[in-house]
C-alpha cells in the first residue's frame, strides 16, 4: 500500500468515495529527490538548496476550502503498532559519506542535526560509528563478566542487571573524530557531515559504581578495561575514578531499550568523554592497576602534534558549539529577520553562555539558551539576526562553566597542529552568500 501521502485509504474505502489524488505529493517528491540526489552525487553534500522550501501548497487545500484530509476517516489504531515519523519528514535520515571509508562495516553515519528540533536526538537518527557493523546480542544469552583485581569476580546477565536501582540522565556523546575532516581547510558541505558525530539521549541505567560494590574491587585496582562483545575487538582503559563517578551500564535511551546498533543490551556511558570510550554490546570488564594501551587508545584515537609527538588519553570532550540553521543545508530564505539556531556542548559540565557573530568573529552578541542547560548535555542556543540580501559570515562559540572560551581555527593549530583527526572543537564558520545559499568556509 502506498501510503507517501497519508492519503485516506480505510475511510475512502469505507465511505464507498475514490482516494483523492494529492498533489502534496508531487510537490513531496520534488523536494525528497532533490534531497537525495544531492546527497548521492556526493559533491555538496546534504545540500537541499532554497528548492526546498519553495514546494507550493495546493490552493484546493487552504481556507476557506475544506481538504481532503478532514473529508475522510484516518487510519485506525491498529495501523501502526510501532510509530514512524510523517513521510514528509522522509529527508531526516542518518547520512554515510561514501568515499571516507572503505567498508560500511567500519565506518561512520551522520546524525542529521539540521532537521532536529531541542537537544533530544530521536533513537532512529543517532549516529552510528561501529568498528566490526552492528552486533545482533540476544538478551537471554547476554553475559557481563567482571573480573582482574576484585575479591569476586562475577558473571552478570541482564535479568541481574535489571534487579539494580537505576538512573535516567541525558548526556551528549560526541566520536572524538567529529569535525575532523576540517582540521586543513573546509571539506564538507554539510553540517550533518561536519558535526553528525554526535548525539544527545536519555540513558537509563545502573550507576557503574552499584556494579563494582558487586564485585569488591581490591585496593591496588585503580584501571578498567572495558570489552566489547563485536567483532571488533573493542577494548578501552578507563580510570576507576571514572567509574566511580558517574559512568553508568545503559540499557535504555529515550525510554526504550537501546537499538542494535547504539549498543543492545548493554553499553558503557561515560559523560563528556570521547564516544570511542563508550563501549557498546558491553561483554567483559576487567579491573587491573594500569592502563593496557590498547590499539584504540595508541595508534588510534591519540592525537598527533606537529613535532610528531601525541597526546593521549584525552578523553574529556572541550566545549565546542555549531549553528544548524542556517547551514548548508538550510539556506536562509527571507530578507529581515531570521533565527540563527544552534547546539552547544561540553564535557566538563554546563555550557554558560554562546556567543554568535554575523561578520566572521569581529562582533559577537549573546544567544539565548533555552531550558534545560544540563551538564554533558546538547544545549540549544537560538539568536535573530537581519539579513539584508548581502554575503554573511556566521559563526558560533561557547563558553562552559569551567570559563573555557571555543577557540578559532588559528588558535586551536597553534598548539595541535594539523596532524590530526580527533578532537577538533574549533569555530565554525558558515558564508552566507547573496542568494542565501550556506557555504562551509575557513577564515584566514
Ligand atoms: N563494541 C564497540 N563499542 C564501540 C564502538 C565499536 O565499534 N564497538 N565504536 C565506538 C565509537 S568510535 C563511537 S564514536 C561510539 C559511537 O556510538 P553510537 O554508535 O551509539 O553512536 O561507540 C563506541 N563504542
Ligand atoms: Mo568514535
Redesign the pocket.
Known amino acids: 500500500m502506498d501510503r507517501t501521502n497519508g492519503a485516506p485509504t480505510n475511510g475512502a474505502r469505507k465511505a464507498g468515495v475514490a482516494r483523492p489524488s494529492s498533489p502534496g505529493r508531487r510537490a513531496f517528491l520534488r523536494t525528497g529527490a532533490g534531497v537525495a540526489g544531492a546527497a548521492a552525487a556526493g559533491a555538496v553534500l546534504g545540500k537541499s538548496g532554497p528548492a526546498a522550501a519553495a514546494a507550493e501548497a495546493d490552493p484546493a487545500h487552504l481556507p476557506p476550502n475544506v481538504p481532503w484530509w478532514t473529508q475522510y476517516l484516518g487510519d485506525g489504531v491498529a495501523a501502526r503498532p510501532y510509530g514512524l515519523p510523517s513521510p514528509h519528514e522522509a529527508h531526516v535520515v542518518r547520512r554515510n559519506v561514501e568515499w571516507l571509508t572503505a567498508t560500511t562495516e567500519?565506518s561512520?553515519n551522520f546524525t542529521p542535526i539540521q532537521d532536529l528540533h531541542g537537544f533530544v536526538t530521536p533513537n532512529g537518527v543517532?549516529?552510528?560509528?561501529?568498528?566490526?557493523g552492528t552486533?545482533e546480542v540476544n538478551p537471554v544469552d547476554y553475559r557481563l563478566m567482571i573480573n582482574g583485581l576484585v575479591d569476586t569476580p562475577k558473571i552478570f546477565s541482564m535479568e541481574d542487571i535489571f534487579r539494580f536501582p537505576v538512573e535516567s540522565r541525558f548526556y551528549f556523546?560526541?566520536?572524538?573524530?567529529n569535525t575532523g575532516m576540517e582540521w586543513r581547510g573546509a571539506q564538507l558541505n554539510g553540517v550533518q557531515f561536519t558535526h553528525g558525530?554526535i548525539?544527545c539521549v536519555q540513558y537509563t541505567g545502573v550507576p557503574l559504581r552499584v556494579i563494582l560494590d558487586q564485585v569488591g574491587v581490591k585496593p591496588n585496582g585503580t584501571w578498567l578495561l572495558a570489552e566489547?562483545?563485536?567483532s571488533?575487538g573493542?577494548h578501552r582503559s578507563v580510570p576507576l575514578e571514572k567509574a566511580l563517578d558517574d559512568a553508568m551500564l545503559a540499557f535504555a535511551m529515550n525510554g526504550e531499550m537501546l537499538r542494535p546498533?547504539?549498543?543492545y543490551p548493554l553499553?558503557l556511558v561515560l559523560p563528556g568523554w570521547?564516544?570511542?570510550?563508550?563501549?557498546?554490546?558491553?561483554r567483559r570488564i576487567e579491573v587491573g592497576d594500569q592502563p593496557w594501551h590498547t590499539r584504540?587508545e595508541t595508534s588510534k584515537?591519540t592525537d598527533l602534534l606537529a613535532n610528531g609527538k601525541a597526546r593521549f588519553f584525552t578523553w574529556e570532550m572541550d566545549a565546542k558549539s555549531v549553528i544548524t540553521g542556517p547551514c548548508p543545508e538550510k539556506p536562509v530564505l527571507h530578507k529581515g529577520v531570521n533565527q540563527i539556531k544552534g547546539l552547544a556542548w561540553s564535557g566538563r559540565g554546563r555550557i554558560k553562555e554562546v556567543h554568535v557573530s554575523t561578520d566572521g568573529g569581529r562582533n559577537w552578541m549573546q544567544a539565548r539558551l533555552p531550558d534545560p542547560v544540563l551538564p554533558k548535555c546538547l544545549t540549544c542556543f537560538n539568536a535573530e539576526f537581519e539579513w539584508n540580501g548581502e554575503e554573511v559570515l556566521l559563526q558560533s562559540r561557547a563558553v562552559d562553566e569551567t570559563g573555557y572560551v571555543q577557540p578559532t581555527m588559528q588558535a586551536l593549530q597553534e598548539v595541535r597542529g594539523v596532524n590530526s583527526i580527533y578532537h577538533n572543537n574549533s569555530i565554525q564558520t558558515w558564508l552566507v552568500n547573496k542568494t542565501g545559499e550556506v557555504e562551509n568556509v575557513r577564515l584566514g
Open positions: 567500519s561512520v543517532c549516529f552510528e560509528r561501529h568498528h566490526g552486533t556523546l560526541e566520536c572524538a573524530a558525530m548525539h566489547g562483545g563485536d571488533s573493542m546498533e547504539n549498543g553499553r570521547e564516544g570511542n570510550m563508550w563501549v557498546k554490546w558491553i584504540e584515537y
